[in-house]
């Protein structure tokens, strides 16, 4: 096979899975956005709130262990539809069910987004170079945020007033199969694909560890949880449509500035600064809301799309950093575990929020923002401290040796 050929093969296989994923991405806003909301204004308690987005989490931790069996077996695009046709199905049961039992719903459906989540992320890390695939990785990045953002605000304002809204987003699901399904071009082959544990990622790269603990930790509550937020802090429907929307408008600003920085700067320095600026923007907004709860609200949707920009974009960089200690080799094996670890700071997030959320008003979103923003800053400040030029893997060096790209990037 040329060049030529290869390089067509690899656009053609990015660009159906892309299109697939974006669509995807729109079908699942609609659900995280409807469910959080629908059970904060059916006044059910935080806690239950924050049981059913673990519960989508713990299907996607199970589903990090399960489904790279069946992606090695049945490929990648087989993989991708049977997992689209869970989702489907699991989307039409939550007007059936009521609000205590959508829990089961959500299990089923973070399974299959783990399975969707490694079939799309090893398909790009195998697809793209390696001294690009941190701007691959964000412009994909990108365009699933404006995927997200749009489906907020223009479906958001329906969603809440219907039922149907589950109709929509189960025929979203459904049709992100179409352009997979037709594409001609092959997935990473499944020979490449190598197992990769725990203990080894942590010891070639502990910041990429706690880099996708700390965004699940983060982006959970902030996807999952900040719908109910806003409405348990005195917003009305619109205002927490716009607050949710913000956020994610706040990644997609700073989605290309870190997937840029992620492939020419200091992995942990880009940690240890976002993680920073969180913890200040939580902190001075929790502050603002107790002394002048009225003034607190003009900088509520600004600093939260601060906090959304400098938290969620940072799995970029962990996932970016991660690929160059460990090697492209490893790709679903490598991906199976980054989500695992996301989906396990995403099962603990909303739980944690809530709880606090339960005990102390809404404002306990802000102070678990704090403590764990602070907690990770100087876990990383600390490890940059005692350990400043990790040693390059031999595993993404070329084969002349290492490139200019090798040694920019070996000052992670």
């Known amino acids: 096979m040329t060049a030529k050929t290869q390089g067509g093969g690899s656009v053609a296989a ?5 299109a697939g994923a974006l669509i995807l991405q729109v079908a699942g806003t609609i659900v995280n956005t409807v469910v959080p909301l629908q059970m904060a204004i059916a006044k059910q308690p935080p806690l239950l709130i924050g049981l059913v987005a673990s519960a989508y989490s713990l299907g996607f931790l ?3 262990f399960v489904n790279p069996s069946l992606v090695r077996r049945v490929g990648h695009i087989r993989g991708f539809a049977v997992f689209a046709a869970l989702q489907a199905v699991s989307t039409l049961s939550f007007p059936l069910l009521p609000e205590a ?7 089923v459906m973070g399974l299959a987004a783990a399975g969707h989540g490694i079939c799309i992320e090893s398909w790009i890390s195998g697809q793209a170079n390696r001294s690009q695939r941190g701007r691959v990785f964000g412009i994909y990045q990108i365009l699933n945020r404006v995927a997200l953002i749009g489906s907020q605000i223009g479906i958001g304002y329906v969603a809440i007033q219907s039922q149907d809204v589950f109709l929509f987003a189960s025929m979203a699901f459904s049709i992100a199969l179409i352009p997979v399904a037709l594409t001609r071009a092959r997935g990473p082959e499944s020979s490449e694909i190598v197992s990769v544990g725990l203990r080894t990622l942590w010891q070639q790269a502990p910041a990429a560890v706690v880099g996708c603990l700390y965004v699940g930790m983060v982006g959970g ?9 806003g409405i348990l802090s005195g917003l009305d429907l619109r205002a927490t449509i716009l607050l949710t929307a913000g956020i994610q408008i706040g990644a997609l600003l700073l989605q290309w500035p870190m997937s840029l920085l992620a492939d020419r700067v200091a992995s942990r320095l880009i940690m240890l600064v976002a993680t920073s600026i969180v913890a200040v ?8 809301l107790e002394v002048d709860a009225a003034h607190g609200r003009i900088w509520l949707f600004g600093l939260f799309a601060l906090i959304g920009g400098c938290s969620i974009p940072l799995y970029t960089v962990a996932v970016t950093h991660a690929y160059f200690r460990m090697g492209r080799d490893q790709a679903v094996g490598l991906s199976a575990q980054l989500l695992f670890l996301w989906g396990t700071g995403s099962a603990i997030g909303p739980l944690a929020a809530t709880l606090l959320m339960q005990l102390r008003g809404p404002q306990g979103m802000l102070i678990y923002l704090v403590t764990l923003s602070v907690a990770v800053a100087i876990y990383i400040a600390l490890r940059i401290s005692r350990n400043p030029s990790p040693p390059i893997v031999e595993g993404e060096r070329g084969a002349s040796g290492p490139t200019i790209p090798d040694i920019e990037m070996a000052k992670r």
């Not at 990015?14 to 892309?18: F, N, P, R």
């Not at 509550?221 to 937020?229: I, M, R």
């Open 14 to 18: 990015l660009g159906a899975i892309v």
């Open 62 to 64: 199970i589903g990090c």
């Open 101 to 107: 039992w959508w829990g089961i719903s959500r299990l």
């Open 221 to 229: 509550p902030l996807t999952s949880v900040a719908p109910a937020y």
């Open 281 to 288: 923007a939580a902190a001075g907004l929790a502050t603002l």
